[in-house]
């Protein structure tokens, strides 16, 4: 690993990692750590020949598995069904239907059925959750929304770390977001899940303004309200494509219109992202999140099988959340 | 005028904008620019029962006519019939089909039939000019796409002002982004026309960045290339809403999930992003360009009738590009 660090970006820079460990304090000193580190400073030097422009330092992050939790359950799906809940116990006309009925007697029976049918292809039942959702959360405001997701990521704990949900970010990737942005570069995060979940607590989690946070969402309508008041409110209809796969570069070319330098994700969804970074003209690094640490958080390769393969040809950077990482929460 | 803004931004401000006139040197001493310089007091001075924290200064303007010229022709009308005569020009098989025939022959006649059909609700015509352009840019990637719109609009010369097209932007209104961003607000541009056309040129002729554009495109593709580099090229599909009258809060929400608290337009388009600033629940302020010298640039109402009528009940401020600019461009 060090041999290539030092093809790559000169080995003059081996040196100076040795005492710029403090940059990224919750890593431990190993390749992967002079991997980043290395490739920072050969990217912001400009007398190396690796040098790239500040107007050009663009990273984007993948979120769930990737910056935070993403286990047993998505937070974002945990709050769709909190919110299907709440209709469901206000409105008993809903409960006559799917998922309202299913949430509303806590059918545990059904959950299980709309999981297994997810590993099987048949995507009815979860689908129906999707669309339950939408319907719960149809004609709330923009900010309405944010307050709601705020609310449910402030206040909900995770039932095994007993903390709620938006302190279990990885506190080394949050390092990284500081680090790279203190280095000039525009961090974007950029996930398959809400784009306006992710950005009610952006700010607080990530220092990462809500406008650099990619992701799918529901389409939106204008609408003047009873107090004529001007709104954009929930639709219950799905923005195209969903910002995974072959969708991120895609939101991603959408939105900043440059191509990243700097790209990290976990999971199969994230090959297509890793791909176009690596695909820049420039120096760019790839770096993949391994979960392999049960004891701190969990260990699975799941949904990763096809990246943790191409991160061996493609020069991928892939963290051992169990060896690099001093702490994870 | 001035008493409104007395009874708005609390009258000790007065004061100071008559000290504080060299924010805007490229403006009149009118009402108009009291009322412009007032607001921005009001909402950045702490003590002020007004004030916005600075995250909340979110500033958008419509592009076409508000910062830039957009008669005879929109620039971008004039950079697609380019590209539709490039494709003619290298492609006989092309010319035997519209508008890449019209093009190609200079057709003037069905050009002016084409207008004639705006004005009359029959958009075919007008419509195969779209399609055609978004045909002869099929499949050019982000990069490509950005060095020809930036090429077109620095190279090629506006027949009356016989200047490069990206010259021709409104000198007062780029003074204003330039005050507001002094003002820690974030500046927008939102446009009814081509996104990844205005972010070709908006870091240089207005000092924002790319991410900072919004406006209406054609949707993207990802692909891998002969030269097996992942690019986000360009289809023939026009990505839905486009970002025009209730497109542009539904854009405006989706980009920056806050609602405006300043907004700049100059035509019917913008109605409804004029309105969802005012709607914000702190003091915001719409202001309207009106197209009324015909000596420095054009007279004209058409398109921005109701706009101009609405203006009134609603407080937006009018700018006279006659009464309150120095000088245009």
């Not at 979120?63 to 286990?71: A, F, M, P, Q, S």
């Amino acid at each position: 690993m060090e041999n290539s660090i030092c093809e790559i970006v000169g080995c003059q820079y081996l040196e100076m990692i040795m005492i710029s460990g403090d940059n990224l304090s919750l890593w431990n000193d190993t390749p992967t750590k002079s991997a980043i580190v290395g490739y920072v400073h050969a990217v912001t030097d400009p007398n190396n020949a690796k040098f790239v422009p500040e107007v050009e330092r663009v990273a984007t992050f993948d979120n769930d598995g990737t910056l935070w939790l993403e286990k047993p359950l998505y937070m974002q799906l945990h709050h769709l069904i909190r919110q299907i809940g709440l209709v469901a116990a206000s409105n008993p006309a809903v409960r006559i239907k799917q998922p309202f009925k299913a949430v509303y007697e806590n059918d545990q029976a059904w959950f299980k059925e709309a999981a297994a049918g997810v590993s099987k292809g048949d995507l009815a039942k979860a689908m129906s959750i999707i669309a339950g959702a939408a319907e719960a959360l149809e004609g709330m405001t923009i900010d309405e929304f944010n307050s709601n997701a705020r609310d449910f990521l402030t206040n909900t704990k995770d039932a095994r770390f007993n903390v709620p949900y938006k302190q279990l970010t990885y506190k080394p990737m949050v390092e990284l977001i500081h680090y790279l942005q203190n280095n000039e570069f525009a961090v974007y995060i950029t996930s398959g899940g809400g784009r306006d979940f992710m950005r009610s607590v952006s700010e607080e989690i990530y220092s990462t303004p809500r406008q650099n946070v990619i992701g799918s969402d529901i389409e939106y309508a204008y609408e003047i309200d009873t107090r004529s008041r001007a709104q954009v409110v929930r639709t219950v209809k799905v923005e195209q494509p969903i910002d995974n796969e072959s969708g991120k570069p895609i939101h991603i070319g959408r939105t900043i219109s440059r191509r990243p330098i700097f790209a990290a994700g976990n999971s199969d969804g994230d090959i297509e992202m890793l791909q176009y970074a690596k695909s820049h003209t420039g120096l760019s690094l790839g770096v993949l999140v391994h979960h392999d640490d049960a004891d701190r958080e969990y260990a699975y390769d799941e949904g990763a099988e096809e990246a943790l393969e191409r991160a061996v040809g493609n020069g991928w950077v892939v963290v051992s959340m169990k060896n690099d990482w001093k702490q994870i929460f």
